[in-house]
């Protein structure tokens, strides 16, 4: 199984800013890497896949990149509804798995 | 707006069994691989089952496999995960959610609570 780490736990950002996110896979899985973000008492939705491309109707200040075991999301200047938890998750191979999250918080 | 609908969860013994359904009122189902997750409270995301748009194919993660079984019916335009021998540890919010590479719609999620 592929272990997803992701980093930090929580993120103290003021709005404006840049946020930037980061998650390591235990073993390479190419660009296979999804990034979602999630409100509380709301479904996950779909932010990046392929590691850097943006999913149908996610703004431009969302962008994600890297290959291999290392990859980022970057936010790069928040607004007050980018306050939530964020997950990335590996499809390269079963078990599909996902990490821990970062929670992003107003500073 | 909603494209994905669960339904059936609820308050069940530890051993007791559950069949949870993931219903679309606007897509075609069978044009999609359809997968469950789940989210313990308080918790991260797990993956748990997933099925081609044919059906032919399946996939569990370990810690249900035996246990749970994913199916669709493409005539209902519905997708069902049968959970058998419910734990605590079961307790969740499940969610389903198209796949084609990644997840890319997801339902709101239905709660199943394993009482011990």
């Known amino acids: 199984e592929i272990v997803m780490t992701q980093s930090p736990g929580t993120l103290s950002v003021s709005p404006g800013e840049r946020a930037t996110l980061s998650c390591r896979a235990s073993q390479s899985v190419s660009s296979t890497l999804a990034w979602y973000q999630q409100k509380p008492a709301q479904a996950p939705r779909l932010l990046i896949y392929g590691a850097s491309t943006r999913a149908t109707g996610i703004p431009a200040r969302f962008s994600g990149s890297g290959s291999g075991t290392e990859f980022t999301l970057t936010i790069s200047s928040l607004q007050s509804e980018d306050f939530a938890v964020y997950y990335c998750?590996?499809?390269?191979?079963?078990?599909?798995?996902f990490g821990g999250g970062t929670k992003v918080e107003i500073k | 707006e909603v494209q994905l609908l669960e339904s059936g969860g609820g308050l069940v013994q530890r051993g007791e069994s559950l069949r949870i359904s993931c219903a679309s009122p606007?897509?075609?189902?069978?044009?999609?691989?359809m997968n469950w997750l789940r989210q313990a409270p308080g918790k991260g995301l797990e993956w748990v089952s997933g099925?081609?748009?044919?059906?032919?194919?399946?996939y569990y993660a370990d810690s249900v496999k035996g246990r749970f079984t994913i199916s669709r019916d493409n005539s209902r335009n519905t997708v069902y995960l049968q959970m058998n021998s419910l734990r605590a540890e079961d307790t969740a919010v499940y969610y389903c959610?198209?796949?084609?590479?990644?997840?890319?719609?997801w339902g709101q999620g239905t709660m199943v609570t394993v009482s011990s």
């Open positions: 606007g897509l075609i189902l069978s044009n999609y691989a």
């Open positions: 959610a198209t796949r084609s590479n990644a997840f890319n719609m």
């Open positions: 998750q590996q499809y390269y191979n079963w078990p599909l798995t």
């Open positions: 099925i081609s748009g044919s059906g032919d194919d399946t």
